[in-house]
């Protein structure tokens, strides 16, 4: 299952990561959402230690197809 979460956990958001086999904390590549993956990323290995890694991904220019 994939599950995209809020930047603020929810209850539902934390019984989803501890439900997950694994983890994977998927960031776009600009300073605000890294941060942002910086600092919830201690909060989810707390509630699920099968945390597998962080990648900052970049977007597509919008030239690109």
Known sequence: MVCDIARR???AC???V???DLVV???PCDVRACAAAASI???L???NPN???L???RRRRPACR
């Open 9 to 11: 956990l929810s209850d």
């Open 14 to 16: 934390e019984t989803a």
């Open 18 to 20: 501890q439900s997950a």
């Open 25 to 27: 904390l998927v960031s």
């Open 41 to 43: 990323a201690p909060l």
């Open 45 to 47: 290995c707390t509630i």
């Open 51 to 53: 945390v597998g890694s």
């Open 55 to 57: 990648r900052a991904v």
